[in-house]
């Protein structure tokens, strides 16, 4: 299987900080040079919680506990009201991957090629099942099934019960997003420069499209329309029934995360450290702001601000109306994972091995 050199630094970004030995420098070096994170902790951090690995993606939460996993090997499940641990489960790889819950289950993949359903309530390991290859991405429940997709390019659907494969799908290369569900549709996009839509009950393939470049960001589908990025850093707005171009916009460099559509228009982070908005009916920029970072995930649309992680350890405060900076939340590694609003608080997952809690 042949990897792109992109493909290659990505997974080498990803697994920069070793498990066991999270970020503590108060420095990030960047494409252009070192950038000095704030060497204090900010006085709006009222909540945090530590694991001694890098923390790649959101944590999935109920009621009273969140769960996240840690490239330490383990998925903790935390206390909301006071960070405290409740349990832990270790496995025998990073999580990189974020977990999903559904009702008393999580469900989670590993770098190693395991993927987990583990009881929510005590930790305990439901059911284990072992690819060839590791999940890097958020496994998607609907109805009965489970789907997952992983490096060895497999999307698979589980039964979400016991475990057995109720189907998979097998594309040219490897899958990075998470596939996305729409009225009985997967949609999914891969390495092989492919988006593919899918019949959910089957697996069947019902169309795909060639974008001409490798797909690393999850798609956001809508009623007509699915937007998507690539890495040339092209924002595609397709056809649902069948795929055909609408418009492009174009970014100057890798796009890796799905847009956030707010009515008529759209906001979509790219590699090249700008956040875009763009008109969603014809891909018009409407303005753009210059964050300095790489941004590699989702904003987060709250309380009239868009809030947005970057590689320089910052959660950047947005004005929606015109792309101007409010504010900043730091932390002390890299940001991978978009911010989660709960509890009056500001959630944002962290390279530095800490889920760390703001009052904004």
Known sequence: MRFSFFFLCLLCLLFWTLPGCPATTNEFIGDGGVIEFTPEQDTRTKWTFRTEGAIHGPP??????????????????????????????????????????????????????????????????????????????????????????????????????????????????????????????????????????????????????????????????????????????????????????????TSQAEITAAPVLDGEVLYVASWDRSLYAINASDGKARWTARIGAILSTSPLLHKGSLFLSAWDGKVHQIKPDDGSVLANYPTFGRLTAPPLALDERLYVSSHDGTLHGYTP
Do not use: C
Not at 123 to 139: L, N, P, R, V
Not at 214 to 231: C, K, N, P
């Open 60 to 249: 999935a939460f109920d009621a009273q506990r969140f769960y996240v996993g840690s490239a330490d090997k383990k998925l903790y499940a935390i206390q909301r009201s006071d960070a405290t641990k409740v349990w832990e489960f270790l496995g025998q790889d990073w999580f990189t991957a974020p977990p999903t819950l559904d009702q008393d289950r999580l469900y989670i993949g590993n770098t190693n090629g395991q993927f987990y359903a583990i009881n929510a309530a005590t930790g305990k390991e439901i059911w284990k099942t072992k690819m060839q290859e590791g999940f890097i991405s958020a496994a998607v429940v609907v109805g009965d099934k489970v789907l997952a997709s992983n490096l060895e390019g497999t999307l698979y659907a589980w039964e979400k019960s016991q475990g057995p494969i109720a189907w998979r799908f097998q594309a040219e290369a490897p899958f990075v997003a998470s596939p996305v569900v729409f009225q009985g549709v997967v949609y999914i996009g891969a390495r092989d420069h492919k988006l593919y839509a899918l019949d959910l009950s089957n697996g069947a393939l019902r169309w795909s499209v060639d974008l001409g470049a490798s797909i690393s960001a999850q798609a956001l589908v809508t009623e007509e329309t699915i937007y998507v990025g690539d890495d040339r850093g092209i924002l595609h707005a397709l056809k649902r029934a069948n795929g055909d171009s609408r418009w492009r916009f």
